[in-house]
């Protein structure tokens, strides 16, 4: 269409020079007055319609990419719109009880808000995931060589075992039930130095059996390692916003770089077949193989319970939108009695201000019906300001509907912000009283602080890593000489390019083959074509997370393996003669192409 264009005001300006030309010669006099061609220069309102023309065509080429960006963004906004959002920074807390008051679990609701005063500021935090607080105290650990001086469950290979951490917990008051606690789940996080392997991934690479024992018991109760899960691993642990659409398996691999200390939790949850025998002491065995050995050389394994992260996220209303005729995009603005502090994390819904009431907007983005000529819809967009700060803004139409309603009438917005003066706010080592909808019997201690890297990225700048997410295909690596380069690029759009990440760092080599895996499907057994990919872990700093790593990749090559193909994945070591961790085969779960 442009190259169309441009020959088309080619042959215009053709004509137009030769039109004057001829004038020139016919009219001599009259062209020294207009100074036509005045010594072989072109005519002056030429040269203007020239620079007109290009400054147009410059203008169109501006909003023609514009477009293709806008389009990207649309495109990323329905797919998944959270995808390239900076993960919310988070505080660990641990919750101080009241004995006294503390006597059954607590249940901190999925998505409920907590505020506090810090430094005379009113402040909230969102947990994003389900919490249940739990009426004990952890008073200790032990690590233990075999043999082993307490009981052992009966189904223990004696042959394989040869450590056992043993967690010591003491319940608050006679009114609480291990059985109850155990079926209502236990948070427990385990401590460990800012550098080198965290603790709970080398219990979760050596780990062989789980027992609960109480020292007026002489049994051992054994719980399926099944019920022992790190939420690094769990899809429901999310602490990023996310859709019903989206992949939580990205999110997970998200989190699993940025919000490192999600990797030191693991949830217990398990509804004992045989009752423990009532008492205040009990004791939580992990069963650990000789790969536990890493573990002998540290002093004090800390585990602790009723710690929990909280994202820096909450739900506010917006100022005031004053809707004209003339504008397309509004920005959106967070509560300005606050000053400066709030920031907009997303724009949730729109609603407009009628003298009656208030009617919401339909998002332009979902599933429902809009008819675009007579209904108000909206959009979201995100630019850059002046300052360099990032702006939210809400783009709504100019047409039929906007006849209906009054020139610049109120709209507001539904968003979720954060604070962005919470580094002066909060430092390890407050402690504060919740002020939650149900008064929590303690107050909270803060532990830790993550605060991920700021970014002001808007969405056309991920355009180019937004289609390698989704173009990315395991089988195009086959036999390629930089598969391994290819892969660790890919799993560095789940992180900030430019960070250090020990788990990428350490990936030696890879290899890919195509294999047909049995599976036994309605009685039937099928043997199911796919990939095998093994890959190799130098190992020899044993500073990176291997294991919990490793199971995060199963789950994520899995999720986007198609569902009439197979994946198994192998890690291997190269130092320390390590057994490699070999997975099982699985079916694919993505279901389109």
């Known amino acids: ?119 005379g500021q009113q402040t909230k935090f969102t947990h994003p995931i389900a919490t249940v607080l739990s009426p004990l105290t952890i008073t200790g650990t032990q690590f233990e060589q075999t043999p082993f001086n307490h009981p052992t469950p009966v189904d223990i290979d004696h042959g394989k075992v040869k450590y056992c951490l043993r967690v010591n917990i003491d319940l608050i008051n006679d009114e609480v039930d291990i059985n109850t606690l155990l079926a209502a789940g236990l948070q427990l996080h385990f401590g460990h130095s800012r550098t080198g392997r965290c603790n709970l991934d080398i219990i979760m690479q050596s780990l062989c059996n789980i027992a609960l024992t109480c020292d007026v018991q002489q049994t051992s109760i054994s719980i399926p390692k099944e019920s022992f899960n790190p939420i690094a691993h769990d899809q429901q642990a999310l602490y990023s916003p996310i859709s019903d659409n989206e992949l939580a398996i990205y999110f997970q691999l998200k989190e699993f770089f940025t919000i490192t200390d999600k990797r030191n939790y693991v949830r217990l949850q398990h509804k004992t077949a045989g009752k423990l025998a009532p008492s205040s002491h009990y004791f ?197 000489p930089d598969a391994k380069a290819r892969l660790v690029q890919f799993l560095r759009l789940f992180t900030y390019n430019n960070a250090k990440y020990v788990e990428l760092d350490s990936i030696e080599a890879l290899n890919l083959t195509k294999v047909n895996a049995p599976f036994l499907v309605e009685g039937r057994m099928l043997f199911v074509p796919g990939i095998e990919l093994k890959l190799l872990f130098n190992n020899a700093e044993q500073n990176a997370d291997y294991f919990l790593f490793s199971q995060l990749l199963n789950l994520f090559f899995a999720s986007i393996t198609s569902f009439d193909r197979s994946f198994k994945l192998t890690v291997e070591f190269t130092h320390f003669n390590w057994l490699p961790i070999n997975f099982e085969p699985v079916l694919g779960v993505r279901a389109c192409a």
């Not at 020139?24 to 002056?44: H, S, T, V, Y």
């Not at 909003?63 to 919310?88: C, G, W």
């Open 1 to 119: 269409m442009m190259n169309k264009m441009l020959k088309y005001f080619e042959q215009e300006l053709s004509g137009i020079r030769q039109g004057l030309e001829a004038f020139r010669l016919k009219f001599q006099k009259e062209a020294e007055i207009l100074n036509l061609n005045n010594k072989g220069q072109e005519d002056p309102n030429v040269t203007r319609l020239i620079d007109s023309f290009a400054w147009v065509s410059a203008k169109n080429a501006q909003e023609i990419d514009q477009l293709k960006y806008r389009h990207i963004e649309e495109f990323i906004e329905v797919t998944s719109p959270n995808l390239f959002k900076q993960v919310p920074a988070t505080i660990a807390c641990t919750f101080i009880h009241n004995p006294d008051d503390f006597t059954k679990p607590v249940v901190l609701s999925k998505g409920g808000e907590v505020s506090f005063d810090l430094a």
């Open 284 to 480: 939580l065995d992990l069963y650990l193989d000789e790969f536990a050995q890493e573990l002998m050389a540290k002093t004090d394994i800390q585990v602790s319970v009723n710690r929990f992260l909280m994202t820096n996220l909450f739900k506010q209303v917006s100022e005031p939108i004053s809707v004209t005729h003339q504008e397309l995009s509004y920005p959106i603005i967070a509560d300005a009695s606050v000053g400066n502090n709030l920031e907009v994390y997303s724009v949730d819904d729109l609603y407009k201000v009628n003298s009656t009431n208030q009617e919401r907007i339909k998002p332009v983005i979902g599933s429902e019906h809009i008819d675009y000529q007579q209904d108000w819809y909206w959009s979201g967009k995100q630019k850059i300001s002046t300052n360099g700060n990032l702006e939210h803004h809400v783009v709504l139409p100019i047409n039929k509907a906007l006849t209906r309603e009054p020139n610049g009438f109120t709209a507001f917005a539904n968003i979720t912000c954060s604070n962005s003066n919470l580094h002066s706010l909060v430092h390890i080592g407050n402690q504060f009283v919740a002020d939650a909808q149900e008064a929590l019997p303690g107050e909270l201690y803060i532990n830790d602080v993550n605060f991920t890297p700021n970014s002001t990225n808007i969405p056309e700048h991920h355009y180019w890593d937004f289609l390698k997410l989704m173009s990315f295909n395991l089988s195009a690596m086959i036999d390629k």
